[in-house]
């Protein structure tokens, strides 16, 4: 939401700039090609246009300063300096208008642009704040002009248009800022949503780990870099030995907590790189990319290690569980029968280390 606010912000003040610049621009333009004033008129509004470019490039360097050079974070005294920025662009306004005073009528309209543009950028403020700034400043200029016209119809008039304008400019404001609130409220929570869904399809209810879909992507997806870039990873598929005993014995909440466990302990053991999944059952997969057989197998040995030291708590009683397991390297086959031979080998070692009498890992 403050992103959004920031970004707009940004954008119109560098719009409101322009626009200053490019009047410095069309005034000195004006001033040398068509000769609308006297000598002395002309000489007035030459200082005051020489004037108004130094506070404008200071004003130029105070914002590169603030947008490209500090954190995006308010300091203390950055709005009171705004607003002391607001306060002095109004009061050039009411000179410039001043020292053009034969063509008043015309250019006194740049009140409600200088309305709306601040209006804008200071969305959070209050619109009674500029529109009686506009006030002041046009009640200054009729005093400097024609004091017998300051309490005229027309006078009256402009001065209430300018606090109508900033009602209407901040009743609108307010409701796109609530719209925005509204659409960034509903755009977080189908996010939250997008990603609670994506966990909920991509990952196993029970472990937290990927599951069995999942896993078959990142394995296709490892072995489509194999080919291409040659850059080998290895997998290891691990199997908790005698479970079925454990469910036949203590029943299937307790392997449902056994299961939990053993993958928090594996979950714990591998880098933040390595893709661990449940693969089915009591297996599970763990995915080591750009890693070599030595180092994952040691790593395989780490989680076995500290699977059978753990205590597992089943019906007040301290049961010890095993894994054994398989680990090898995609180095070892070409890539025509990397996908199925791959997997394939993996899971015979597993039973190998299963049939040499378990809670071991082998490797090839």
Not at 218 to 241: G, M, Q, R, V, W
């Amino acid at each position: 939401m403050t992103q959004i606010h920031n970004l707009r912000t940004r954008k119109i003040y560098e719009f409101y700039l322009g626009v200053q610049i490019m009047s410095i621009v069309m005034i000195l333009v004006i001033l040398n090609i068509f000769k609308l004033f006297d000598e002395a008129s002309n000489f007035q509004i030459r200082v005051f246009v020489y004037l108004y470019g130094i506070y404008i490039l200071f004003k130029l360097l105070y914002y590169i300063r603030k947008a490209y050079f500090q954190s995006q974070k308010d300091e203390p005294g950055d709005e009171f300096t705004s607003l002391l920025i607001a306060l002095l662009d109004m009061l050039f306004l009411t000179f410039f208008l001043h020292f053009t005073n034969s063509y008043f009528h015309i250019l006194s309209h740049l009140f409600y642009f200088y309305i709306t543009f601040q209006s804008i950028l200071f969305h959070h403020k209050s619109y009674s704040i500029f529109s009686t700034l506009a006030a002041i400043g046009y009640s200054l200029l009729t005093l400097l002009n024609n004091r017998s016209h300051l309490f005229t119809y027309e006078s009256v008039i402009h001065i209430v248009l300018f606090y109508l304008l900033g009602y209407i400019l901040s009743t609108v404001i307010n409701e796109i800022n609530r719209l925005e609130y509204n659409i960034s409220f509903m755009n977080n929570e189908l996010t939250q949503k997008n990603q609670q869904l994506s966990e909920m399809a991509n990952k196993d209810f029970l472990t937290n780990m990927y599951n069995h879909k999942c896993f078959y992507f990142h394995f296709c997806e490892f072995i489509k870099k194999t080919e291409i870039s040659n850059s080998p990873f290895s997998l290891a598929l691990l199997d908790i030995d005698n479970f079925k005993k454990i469910n036949d014995t203590y029943g299937h909440l307790a392997g449902d907590m056994i299961l939990k466990e053993i993958s928090l302990l594996i979950l714990n053991n591998i880098r933040q790189t390595d893709i661990a999944a449940r693969y089915g059952g009591e297996e599970f997969a763990i995915i080591f990319p750009n890693t070599s057989l030595d180092e994952a197998k040691f790593i395989c040995e780490r989680i076995r290690s500290s699977i059978e030291k753990h205590s597992f708590y089943v019906n007040d009683k301290i049961l010890r569980v095993t894994i054994s397991g398989g680990v090898r390297n995609s180095s070892c086959f070409s890539p025509s029968c990397q996908q199925h031979g791959f997997l394939d080998s993996v899971d015979q070692l597993l039973y190998e280390a299963k049939s040499l009498g378990k809670n071991q890992i082998l490797s090839a």
